[in-house]
């Protein structure tokens, strides 16, 4: 009987044990889901988003972005464009090239960032940047991080291939001329 009264107690406190493992296990599932649908939304929004830029609807900016919107582009700028500025610019890309298309070629979301790799392509048929129209079809890469906050995009970081981009609009590279140096007498 002593043996039943010392295994009783040791029975109860593994039953209890095994008990609050498990809702400490449920609630981690719980949280994993709840992150899992932020992340699933935030994807769909960013694809939502691309789907509507390629249709030259800027102010879809306005829905997707928070108030405090900050572009850097490039990533290391240490001023970055506001939303109405990036708005702006992205009116002056689509003054260029009309038929401005981003094709999303791959994205990762976890946590509050967006990555994405995309492939842009379009036709400069208007003046872009004060560069007159070349009628040269484009394509170039670009890869974003977006952060999100409370369902809204507060930032975008983006690398773009201008150099490529240059480079098929004709522009050239090349390097700035040397001063000659006068003989010292």
């Not at 296990?25 to 929004?45: R, W, Y």
């Not at 990762?108 to 003046?127: L, P, Q």
Request: charged fraction near 30%.
């Amino acid at each position: 009987m002593k043996k039943l009264f010392m295994i009783l107690p040791l029975a109860l406190i593994l039953c209890f044990m095994a008990g609050c493992q498990d809702k400490a296990t449920m609630a981690d599932l719980e949280e994993f889901k709840a992150q899992a649908k932020i992340e699933e939304q935030n994807e769909a929004m960013f694809r939502n988003f691309t789907e509507e830029i390629n249709k030259g609807n800027i102010e879809i900016f306005r829905e997707v972005c928070a108030p405090d919107f900050a572009y850097y582009s490039p990533s290391e700028v240490t001023e970055p464009l506001s939303l109405e500025e990036t708005m702006n610019a992205f009116k002056m890309h689509f003054k260029g090239f009309p038929d401005f298309n981003g094709d999303i070629q791959e994205a990762v979301t976890k946590g509050d960032k967006i990555i994405a790799r995309s492939s842009i392509t379009g036709t400069h048929t208007g003046e872009w940047f004060g560069i007159p129209a070349t009628g040269k079809k484009i394509k170039f890469g670009a890869i974003e991080i977006w952060h999100m906050k409370d369902g809204k995009c507060v930032d975008i970081k983006e690398e773009v291939d201008t150099l490529g981009l240059m480079q098929q609009l004709g522009m050239e590279l090349k390097p700035k001329e040397k001063e000659l140096r006068k003989p010292i007498d």
